[in-house]
């Protein structure tokens, strides 16, 4: 048989739990059991040495303050995770305890000693600052990455966001999950709607909607979520992420922007290739079946020794070689106007009128023109495209004028503003064969001859050059005019580009 004491010292000897009791203020080792002996790893023969002297290591620690507190107190001492330093085997390391002092009292009810309790919890600790290393390196990651983390309670309906979700949202922590929906492009709540119809079945939420901010801008975003069950398997909590994908759709958008301008680029330079072809065919085969055929003339004079036509043969031969030039250096000019960047500089448009005057001395004083430019302003571009393109108005001018009166171009111009920059309106006008309304755009077309070759020199090509070069500058072209009355071209360009070549 066995009497209570002895169950209980079985018990105490036997439990994993480390105790140990230390007596008097000297804090004499009475009992430790085998739990509280391993846990110190300073031998077996512990009982009757002091606790001071037994565990050095604790001094700095405050452990001895807390024991000696409750001797002297009777106020037991608990402590949670507490790291304690300690020096098994010889070997220094660190544990983490829950620990406890409680006093221990006589019949007369004074303290005569301390019960000491603890649980090693150091793997529990670990355990938690990895869990705590995990969670906040995927919190850095996922804040890093410009994605939002959201909670919703479906019960309560409440909702937990991270603060890169109030930022994309738009939203204050104590937003409600109506107010989020409400954010929603009215467009876009079916879609919604859908996305969670679905993830009844799949248990995973995913669309893409516009968020419709305060300023009434709108943001683009992806929301991705997983529907949480309970022990029963009903829909308890949604967990997920949102991410700003507003850039994203931008890029996407520009994208197809440029898709859809090089397709009609594209477009355009095919239909350019079958007007180049056309042009290869009739503009260029007519002028060199002339240089054959006047060849053929010549060569059959000089074998015969009659030079009588010779001049006038060489003559056309001439006439259709510049001919053959001029269109060439037309196809030359249209085609390589996108494809050839140019240093913008500081251009003074009256030195262009004067050079153009210079180029076209001949066609003046031969047409007795008469030329009135006023004072222009100084703009920045591309000297040598500013050039060909007011070169090409004014010659245009020059070669479509009446027959029985001079060519008279009057050049003007005035600053306007337009949405906040300031441009210059140089107007070329003059009093030649004037235009038809009808006529006023389709003139900017490459190819697009009002009138035959016969009749005024040209291969259709120097107006689209002009628009070309205007738009390359951020500027514009327009005709106007009635027929028989006079053509006025107006320009306009910006004073400043905003890039340093075009």
């Given amino acids: 048989m066995y009497d209570n004491l002895t169950l209980l010292k079985d018990i105490v000897e036997n439990t994993p739990l480390p105790i140990g009791v230390y007596v008097g203020e000297e804090l004499k080792i009475e009992f430790a059991n085998p739990a509280m002996i391993g846990t110190w790893g300073k031998g077996s023969q512990v ?20 024991v000696i507190g409750v001797f002297k107190t009777g106020i037991a001492f608990h402590a949670k995770d507490k790291k304690v330093e300690l020096v098994i085997d010889g070997i220094p390391q660190t544990h983490y305890f829950n620990y406890s002092f409680v006093p221990l009292t006589d019949r007369e009810g004074r303290i005569y000693g301390v019960m000491n309790t603890g649980v090693d919890v150091t793997d529990l600790h670990l355990a938690k600052l990895q869990t705590q290393s995990a969670k906040e390196k995927l919190r850095i990651a996922v804040e890093s990455s410009g994605m939002g983390t959201y909670e919703i309670d479906l019960e309560t309906q409440q909702i937990k966001t991270s603060g890169n979700f109030d930022a994309i949202w738009s939203a204050g922590p104590d937003i409600t999950n109506e107010e989020l929906i ?23 939420i ?87 055929i006047f060849n053929a003339f010549l ?52 030195e262009i009128m004067e050079h153009i005057k210079t180029d076209l001395e001949l066609v003046i004083k031969e047409k007795n023109a008469i030329l009135i430019v006023s004072e222009l302003a100084e703009i920045e571009g591309a000297p040598i495209l500013i050039q060909q393109l007011f070169y090409n108005i004014v010659h245009n001018a020059l070669k479509f004028s009446k027959s029985d009166q001079p060519p008279r171009v009057i050049i003007s111009s005035a600053l306007v503003e ?47 050059l002009c628009r070309k070069i205007a738009k390359r500058h951020n500027g514009t072209i327009e005709a106007f005019g009635d027929k028989n009355n006079g053509a006025e071209f107006i320009v306009t360009l910006p004073l400043k580009q905003f890039k340093t070549a075009i």
């Fill in 47 to 66: 009982v009757g040495k002091s606790y001071k002297e037994l565990l050095p290591e604790f001094e700095g620690q405050q452990i001895f303050d807390q």
């Fill in 418 to 464: 337009i949405k906040g920059s300031d441009f210059v309106r140089i107007s070329i006008k003059d009093n030649g064969i004037g235009l038809d309304s009808s006529h006023f755009q389709s003139i900017f077309k490459a190819f697009e001859r009002l009138h035959s070759k016969d009749e005024y020199e040209g291969n259709g090509l120097g107006l689209a």
């Fill in 182 to 204: 409400a954010k929603l492009h009215p467009e876009d709540l079916p879609v919604r709607e859908k996305a969670h119809k679905q993830a009844q079945k799949t248990g995973l």
């Fill in 206 to 292: 995913n669309y893409e909607a516009r968020i419709i901010n305060e300023d009434q801008s709108i943001r683009w975003v992806k929301i991705n979520g997983k529907i949480i069950k309970d022990v029963k398997g009903r829909p308890s909590t949604i967990i997920g992420i949102i991410h700003d994908i507003t850039g994203q759709r931008q890029f996407e958008q520009e994208v197809k922007k440029q898709v859809a301008e090089h397709t009609r680029e594209l477009r355009r330079s095919n239909d350019d290739l079958l007007h180049f072809a056309s042009v290869v065919s009739h503009d260029l085969k007519e002028p060199l079946r002339k240089i054959m």
């Fill in 299 to 350: 060569r059959s004079d000089l074998e015969s020794g009659s030079l009588q036509s010779a001049e006038r043969y060489l003559g056309k031969i001439d006439h259709s070689a510049l001919r053959m030039h001029a269109v060439i250096e037309g196809i030359l000019d249209y085609s390589t106007i996108d494809k050839t960047a140019q240093p913008v500089q500081k251009i003074g448009l009256n």
